[in-house]
């Protein structure tokens, strides 16, 4: 019997996520001590205290039903939070629904708001899963390139006339991945605008929202008009370091939350109640964790600034997420010096490129890795010869 695949299966491919992971694996097998900087997963723990929740909650035999579109209690938590860290008021039970963790619904919202052959404004460089979203709603992508001379914001301006007339969804993220900028209210507003002309719907990926490191980055939701033409993801798995137990949340606009909740609803039937629970406890102590938390990335990106910088390597220090952003050397494209790393220094980074044309000239390097060993990376880096004025021009 000869088995063919959809003709959807062509957009996924093997991904240089698992070509990087081979080449890491063969290093090892030679005997070098690979230092990992590639991973988007966060290494740390969650609190204790959303341990020992999840822990007495899973201890609970009445615990283990279904619990389809989740409980009015985490919509409630939901809304409380939105209110109170970003002025935001929600409808817990309409403008509020729990999702499998972020990208669950990041790639399952496109089916909701396009038909095949409606366009989708994506970032360019951006979150590979969009592509994924675009792909099961047999979409088109128009990409919205972020250039470095636009602070890595999409200049509305520049996109044609005819693409406007004819996309249903746009796409942002900001505190993004794998460039970590942050948008302003001024871009946002523009955003609106566009959005209300061209009848354009917004989904806005905001699940770095907790990691920043000078001022709290703008929800889009707080931006008037935002919740008329659009909606907000957020997780649990940056913020808590809840990332195993994929839990994540929509807010916003009605209609688009509720034409999720009606298509989920046919897919599976909810999160594990305990994790729930966990996730409740979270939002009414965010406060007591999530400044921890952004010290210890804090510390990790000065620490690797610094040191590039004194290695040769001018990177840009974010103002938030959990990455940095960093222009390969000239004479290099972003592929051939990811590996040169790998040969050179033991240190795994991802292309900039892996995530759209636009990142070409870029690699993405995460701060996912105790101080000690991003120390141990500074100094690999210090000692080979990658970082010459003649390769930095």
Partial sequence: MNINLADKMKYFQTSIFNELSSYKKKKISEGVNMIDLSVGSPDLPPASFLIDELTKQVQNPAQYGYTLTGTDELHEAIATYYGEQYHVPLLPTREAFMVMGSQDGLVHLPMVLTNPGDTILLPDPGYTAYHTGVALAEAEPYLMPLKA???????????????????????????????????????????????????????????????????RPISFLSVEGAKEVGVEFNSF????????CRIGYI??????????????????????????????????????????????????????????????????????????????????????????LMDEAGIVVVPGNAFGPSGEGYVRIGLVQPEEVLNEAVQRLQKSALFTPVNMG
Avoid at 163 to 192: D, R, Y
Avoid at 237 to 244: C, D, E, H, V
């Fill in 237 to 244: 798995s940056k913020s808590f370091n809840l990332a195993g």
């Fill in 251 to 340: 807010v916003g606009n009605e209609q688009i939350v509720d034409g999720l909740k009606r298509l989920k609803s046919n897919l599976d039937f909810g999160v594990f109640l305990p994790i729930q629970k966990t996730a409740i406890c979270a939002l009414k102590h965010a406060s007591s964790f999530t400044q921890k938390l952004r010290n210890v990335y804090k510390a990790r990106r000065d620490l690797l600034v610094t040191g590039f910088h004194n290695a040769g390597w001018k990177v840009a220090s974010p103002k938030a997420s959990m990455f940095i952003w960093a222009k390969v050397p000239k004479n290099y494209t972003s592929t051939a010096f990811a590996y040169k």
């Fill in 149 to 215: 001379e636009n602070h890595f914001l999409p200049d509305l301006h520049a996109i044609p006339e005819e693409i406007l007339q004819k996309s249903k969804l746009m796409i942002l993220n900001f505190p993004g991945n794998p460039v970590p900028a942050t948008a302003t209210k001024a871009f946002f507003e523009k955003v609106v605008a566009v959005a209300k002309k061209y009848n354009i719907a917004i989904l806005h990926d905001f699940a770095y929202s907790e990691l920043y490191y000078d001022e």
